[in-house]
């Protein structure tokens, strides 16, 4: 069962630069989320869906996209590189929170960007 | 607004020491959640505890064990017999609902925890 899985783990782009966070899991949850961690700052969510074709923003949403066109995959998309965006990116996964199953949050391994 | 508080930057403990990582929170639900995640070296965040408001039962898992006060907003994780494996940063969190239903987590800062042999 491979949970929540994200690509890449290790990312260096120059300002400017766009690219694409992978973003996939197979336990069939309703909800998927972005986070970023920054040092003494615990983790900010960026966006967040709560299904297929539904996005909205979290706290930190600035220079960052996602879509949601499928339950297993959602991918976060850097539009234009900066080093302020050089951080720690979690993806996430859960139930709803009416789930009997359980609202907490699964978390991939983390994808360290530094923008330079 | 809901808000969670680690006053515990860092704790550095010698083996086998028993040791208490603090979570307060501030909410105006009465229906919530609370977690705890642990953050080994390695970087990834792993799920140890989910509890809900209405359930104030201590809750312990080996070495491990949870303190719910509802009159003091306090979701208290304790670790007996502590080991190096024990160190790494843990997160508590908060629930907050949205309107669409959904909710989302809010994060305290997190204890860095240092288990020294």
């Known amino acids: 069962n491979a949970g929540v899985t994200q690509t890449p783990k290790f990312q260096v782009l120059k300002t400017g630069q766009s690219m694409t966070l992978q973003c996939a899991q197979d336990m069939n949850h309703e909800y998927m989320s972005w986070y970023r961690q920054d040092p003494g700052m615990g983790l900010r969510l960026i966006h967040y869906s709560v299904g297929a074709g539904i996005t909205d923003q979290g706290e930190v949403p600035n220079g960052y996209n996602v879509s949601r066109s499928t339950t297993e995959d959602f991918p976060l998309r850097l539009l234009s590189a900066a080093p302020s965006q050089t951080s720690v990116y979690f993806c996430a996964s859960s139930y709803s929170g009416t789930s009997v199953r359980g609202p907490e949050a699964f978390f991939g391994q983390g994808t360290r960007l530094t923008v330079v | 607004a809901q808000k969670v508080t680690q006053a515990q930057t860092e704790i550095s403990v010698v083996e086998k020491e028993d040791v208490t990582l603090d979570c307060v929170y501030e909410t105006r639900d009465t229906t919530y959640y609370l977690f705890w995640y642990k953050q080994p070296p390695s970087g990834e965040l792993v799920f140890l505890i989910r509890?809900?408001?209405?359930?104030?039962q201590n809750e312990i898992s080996g070495r491990y064990s949870w303190n719910f006060q509802k009159s003091t907003s306090s979701f208290n994780f304790t670790i007996t017999a502590s080991q190096v494996v024990d160190s790494a940063v843990y997160f508590c969190?908060?629930?907050?609902?949205?309107?669409?239903?959904?909710?989302?987590?809010?994060f305290g800062s997190g204890t860095r925890l240092l288990v020294r042999p």
């Open positions: 509890r809900n408001s209405f359930d104030e």
């Open positions: 969190a908060l629930s907050e609902p949205r309107m669409d239903s959904s909710y989302k987590l809010i």
